[in-house]
T-cell receptor
Framework: GDSVTQMEGPVTLSEEAFLTINCTYTATGYPSLFWYVQYPGEGLQLLLKATKADDKGSNKGFEATYRKETTSFHLEKGSVQVSDSAVYFCALSSNDYKLSFGAGTTVTVRA | GAVVSQHPSRVICKSGTSVKIECRSLDFQATTMFWYRQFPKKSLMLMATSNEGSKATYEQGVEKDKFLINHASLTLSTLTVTSAHPEDSSFYIC?????????????FGPGTRLTVL
């Protein structure tokens, strides 16, 4: 079955540091890949997505590239802010549109 | 963006009682809604897929008689936890998918914290 493995946290960074969260997946077919973010006290929000190999999703300074050869979708941001403190979930969706989530990575950015 | 609401946000109930959680898509019609359960410091586990006007499809290991799902309209799905027990205490999250062949994005509600005493 489909599965997602992402880097376990927690991750603590200083402002303006570089952030990367690794995510790899196992799926049949050609899934869509997503990063969702959950800010404290809020519901999950779509951060970015990519629907086919070599696509790059980007939003709010975050980027992730769909790498079919390495079955990866690593999330990166060059300079984090305190407001980026949240839990980040990598997910995939196959033909039936069900989402399979990774375990989530808690990121804390300190001023 | 699309907004999904859940009600209540928190509920505390006694063991053996039933609890209903509502999930509404506020500004779009959702032919498909999903119900998830999130354990502390764990990922979201899909419980069931709710389709408007038809029976819900439950994931393996989820008791359909315990977690009753009704999707009576294009903007409302309900999850009823029947005869709740302390082990049912969890964070329940719904999501809604707008219709359309290209729609692989789900919009999530803020979640409902259920505590069973």
């Amino acid at each position: 079955g489909d599965s997602v493995t992402q880097m376990e946290g927690p991750v603590t960074l200083s402002e303006e540091a570089f952030l990367t969260i690794n995510c790899t997946y196992t799926a049949t077919g050609y899934p869509s890949l997503f990063w969702y973010v959950q800010y404290p006290g809020e519901g999950l929000q779509l951060l970015l997505k990519a629907t086919k190999a070599d696509d790059k999703g980007s939003n709010k300074g975050f980027e992730a590239t769909y790498r079919k050869e390495t079955t990866s979708f690593h999330l990166e941001k060059g300079s984090v802010q305190v407001s980026d403190s949240a839990v980040y979930f990598c997910a995939l969706s196959s033909n039936d549109y069900k989402l399979s989530f990774g375990a989530g990575t808690t990121v804390t950015v300190r001023a | 963006g699309a907004v999904v609401s859940q009600h209540p946000s928190r509920v505390i109930c006694k063991s053996g009682t039933s609890v209903k959680i509502e999930c509404r898509s506020l500004d779009f019609q959702a032919t498909t809604m999903f119900w998830y359960r999130q354990f502390p410091k764990k990922s979201l586990m899909l419980m069931a897929t709710s389709n408007e006007g038809s029976k819900a499809t439950y994931e393996q290991g989820v008791e359909k008689d315990k977690f009753l799902i009704n999707h009576a309209s294009l903007t409302l799905s309900t999850l009823t936890v029947t005869s709740a027990h302390p082990e049912d205490s969890s964070f329940y999250i719904c999501s809604a998918r707008p219709p359309g062949l290209a729609s692989d994005t789900q919009y999530f509600g803020p979640g409902t914290r259920l505590t069973v005493l």
